[in-house]
């Protein structure tokens, strides 16, 4: 049973606690405290979660599968690394010790034995679980049991840990709670997380049932991604403010005006993707995906991966989207204008790059248009680049497109003299493959250390080191590839431990390790790089950190 569908007929309507008028939001006076800093989700997770397609329908040979398909499209290559088996994968009864267990009638070789699976791909472990007694699927009793985290937050993260969980989804799903309450229990989940020692992305869902509180206060001290709306539906639109089911259109109105919430680290998650679901036309999912690449969300695909089509196919490919939506600035679009019909979104990009989103939410073709000045580009001639076709043009004033009903056109817009960032630039969040057999006694924390200077050599490239993140008994950095006065066609890099380091995971790179040396080329989509420009990839290792010098070669 689609605990989406029987939502409709156990919940009752509730009044939005949204006022948007004008782009604006009313949010309340809750304030965030200190962003969470725990090293991981730099840039949006991207991957594919199991709800939106199979509901409480899955098992382990379904999860393998899709995990396949991920490989073998492409997706993985291009950033989709998290696989999240949502709702219905657990044991109805936990332990008599307390633990919570996989369901051995739908996962028979364990949740450990499918992280591992998963893990040997390249690929990340993502699981489902909620902050109360009942998940989602056994409130609404389609899915027997109570075996919510309440009480159990420190005994489940242990168990997540020891698992090889990278990505944890923790979902309200309650009709009680005040968004104080809420804080507070999200907090509960993410403290634990943090003693495990391991990095995990942490996403939340503050907006189940009655307790619509994700637009209403700046999450990012909490988690790293948390939803902005109720549920989203494979419709354009819904009708919905932000009530159940949500459309496209819906939730783009409640999420744009959120912007100053996102960066790396903390970003607004307006709900897992419904390309390639049907309910929607080319042009509407194209606006789908376009939208959510503009808004810095995560980029979770819900469709088959088994059965794409090719327009699903071109869609979720789609290299310059991807690159607008893992740059590393991390930040969200901002509203330039709308009129109600005509909307225009712009997003500063790391290497001075603007994206521009000219979004018609109308219902008949119409120009849509905005200037450089009003996107922070003035002062001569720019380059647009349309990010489905690729076609370039230039101007110096006026930017406007043609743009069909529920059609977004993206430029890209560059000065002359501009680098373009390496396409794609997605760079998953750590996560070891190797599970910890108990919680580290320290918690990591942010422990930054220098980097070792080095000097573009002209021609070639260079490589540095940087510690971003350590616990006891190991640490995460973050390696850029900086191409010297030349562009490069690929790149090596290498570097001797100090002290016995040894590499755990590794993201962004093919590595291969002979004693303390180590060697690390690029993947296929990271290996050309423009003169002066840079890409990086990133790791998680044993032992304590260290920032050993780097070197770098190119053929």
Same mark, same amino acid.
């Given at each position: 049973?689609?605990?989406? @569908?029987?939502?409709t007929t156990?919940?009752?309507?509730?009044?939005?606690?949204?006022?948007?008028?004008?782009?604006?939001?009313?949010? !309340? !006076?809750?304030?965030?405290?200190?962003?969470?800093e725990?090293?991981?989700?730099r =840039?949006?997770?991207?991957?594919?979660?199991?709800?939106?397609?199979?509901?409480?329908?899955?098992?382990?040979?379904?999860? /393998?599968?899709?995990?396949?398909?991920?490989?073998?499209?492409?997706?993985?290559?291009?950033?989709y690394?998290?696989?999240?088996?949502?709702?219905?994968?657990?044991?109805?009864? /936990?332990?008599?010790?307390?633990?919570?267990q996989?369901?051995?009638s739908?996962?028979?070789?364990?949740?450990?034995?499918?992280?591992? $699976?998963?893990h040997?791909?390249?690929?990340?472990?993502?699981?489902? *679980?909620?902050?109360?007694?009942?998940?989602?699927?056994? $409130?609404?009793?389609s899915?027997?049991?109570?075996?919510?985290?309440?009480?159990?937050?420190?005994?489940?993260?242990?168990?997540?840990?020891?698992?090889?969980?990278?990505?944890?989804?923790y979902?309200?799903?309650?009709?009680?709670? !005040?968004?104080?309450? *809420?804080?507070?229990?999200?907090?509960?989940? @993410?403290?634990?997380?943090?003693?495990?020692? @391991?990095?995990?992305?942490?996403?939340?869902?503050?907006?189940?049932?009655?307790?619509?509180?994700?637009?209403?206060?700046?999450?990012?001290?909490?988690?790293?991604m948390?939803?902005?709306?109720?549920?989203?539906?494979?419709?354009?639109?819904?009708?919905?403010?932000?009530?159940?089911?949500?459309?496209?259109?819906?939730?783009?109105?409640?999420?744009?005006?959120?912007?100053?919430?996102?960066?790396?680290?903390?970003?607004?998650?307006?709900?897992?993707m419904?390309?390639?679901?049907?309910?929607?036309?080319?042009?509407?999912?194209?606006?789908h995906?376009?939208?959510?690449?503009?808004?810095?969300s995560?980029?979770?695909?819900?469709?088959?991966?088994?059965?794409m089509?090719?327009? =699903?196919?071109?869609?979720?490919?789609?290299?310059?989207?991807?690159?607008?939506?893992?740059?590393?600035?991390?930040?969200?679009a901002?509203?330039?204008?709308?009129?109600?019909?005509?909307?225009?979104?712009?997003?500063?990009?790391?290497?001075?790059? &603007?994206? &521009?989103?000219?979004?018609?939410?109308?219902?008949?073709?119409?120009?849509?248009?905005?200037?450089?000045?009003?996107?922070?580009?003035?002062?001569?001639?720019?380059?647009?680049?349309?990010?489905?076709?690729?076609?370039?043009?230039?101007?110096?004033?006026t930017?406007?497109?043609?743009?069909?009903?529920?059609?977004?056109?993206?430029?890209?817009?560059?000065s002359?003299?501009?680098?373009?960032?390496?396409?794609?630039?997605?760079?998953?969040?750590?996560?070891?493959?190797?599970?910890?057999?108990?919680?580290?006694?320290?918690?990591?924390?942010?422990?930054?250390?220098?980097?070792?200077?080095?000097?573009?050599?002209?021609?070639?490239?260079?490589? =540095?080191?940087? !510690?971003? +993140?350590?616990?006891?008994?190991?640490?995460q950095s973050?390696?850029?590839?900086q191409?010297?006065?030349?562009?490069?066609?690929?790149?090596?890099?290498?570097?001797?431990?100090?002290?016995?380091?040894?590499?755990?995971?590794?993201?962004?790179?093919?590595?291969?390790?002979?004693?303390?040396?180590?060697?690390?080329?690029?993947e296929?989509? +990271?290996?050309?790089?423009?003169?002066?420009?840079?890409?990086?990839?990133g790791?998680?290792? +044993?032992?304590?950190?260290?920032?050993?010098?780097?070197t770098? =070669?190119?053929?």
């Amino acid at each position: 049973m689609d605990r989406k @569908r029987i939502r409709t007929t156990l919940v009752p309507a509730v009044t939005a606690a949204l006022a948007l008028a004008s782009g604006a939001v009313a949010l !309340t !006076t809750v304030s965030p405290a200190q962003a969470l800093e725990n090293g991981v989700a730099r =840039t949006p997770p991207m991957g594919w979660n199991s709800w939106n397609t199979f509901g409480c329908n899955i098992n382990e040979s379904l999860i /393998r599968q899709m995990a396949d398909a991920i490989v073998n499209s492409g997706l993985r290559d291009l950033g989709y690394q998290y696989v999240v088996v949502d709702d219905c994968w657990f044991n109805p009864n /936990r332990d008599s010790s307390g633990n919570i267990q996989g369901d051995p009638s739908r996962f028979p070789s364990g949740m450990k034995a499918l992280g591992d $699976y998963l893990h040997n791909k390249g690929l990340k472990f993502g699981i489902y *679980q909620v902050p109360v007694d009942k998940t989602c699927a056994q $409130y609404f009793n389609s899915y027997p049991g109570a075996t919510g985290s309440q009480g159990h937050e420190a005994q489940d993260a242990r168990q997540f840990a020891a698992w090889g969980v990278d990505y944890l989804k923790y979902d309200w799903c309650s009709p009680n709670g !005040t968004i104080n309450d *809420q804080v507070a229990t999200f907090a509960k989940m @993410r403290d634990a997380l943090k003693a495990t020692g @391991r990095p995990i992305v942490y996403s939340i869902n503050p907006n189940s049932i009655h307790s619509k509180t994700g637009p209403q206060r700046n999450w990012g001290d909490v988690a790293n991604m948390w939803r902005t709306t109720e549920d989203i539906t494979n419709k354009w639109d819904t009708g919905q403010t932000n009530g159940y089911p949500m459309g496209i259109q819906n939730i783009v109105n409640v999420t744009v005006p959120l912007a100053s919430y996102a960066g790396p680290g903390h970003f607004n998650d307006p709900d897992m993707m419904e390309i390639g679901r049907g309910g929607m036309n080319d042009t509407e999912m194209r606006s789908h995906f376009a939208l959510w690449a503009m808004m810095a969300s995560p980029l979770i695909a819900g469709n088959d991966i088994r059965s794409m089509d090719s327009a =699903t196919q071109t869609i979720l490919k789609n290299k310059n989207l991807i690159a607008i939506n893992q740059d590393s600035l991390g930040l969200q679009a901002t509203q330039v204008s709308n009129d109600g019909t005509r909307r225009v979104l712009a997003k500063k990009l790391a290497n001075g790059d &603007v994206a &521009v989103a000219l979004f018609n939410q109308g219902g008949s073709t119409t120009t849509v248009s905005t200037t450089t000045s009003a996107i922070g580009k003035s002062g001569g001639t720019v380059t647009l680049t349309d990010a489905w076709t690729n076609a370039t043009s230039t101007t110096s004033g006026t930017i406007s497109a043609s743009v069909p009903a529920h059609g977004t056109v993206v430029y890209r817009v560059s000065s002359p003299g501009s680098s373009p960032s390496a396409s794609p630039s997605a760079s998953p969040s750590a996560s070891p493959s190797a599970s910890p057999s108990a919680s580290p006694s320290a918690s990591p924390s942010a422990s930054p250390s220098a980097s070792p200077s080095t000097s573009p050599v002209p021609g070639g490239c260079s490589a =540095t080191i940087k !510690t971003i +993140n350590s616990w006891g008994g190991g640490f995460q950095s973050e390696v850029t590839v900086q191409a010297g006065s030349s562009a490069v066609n690929g790149w090596t890099v290498k570097w001797t431990w100090p002290g016995g380091q040894t590499i755990s995971s590794l993201w962004n790179g093919r590595q291969s390790s002979s004693g303390s040396s180590v060697t690390v080329t690029n993947e296929s989509y +990271n290996g050309s790089i423009a003169a002066g420009a840079s890409t990086t990839f990133g790791f998680t290792a +044993n032992g304590s950190a260290a920032t050993p010098t780097a070197t770098c =070669t190119s053929p």
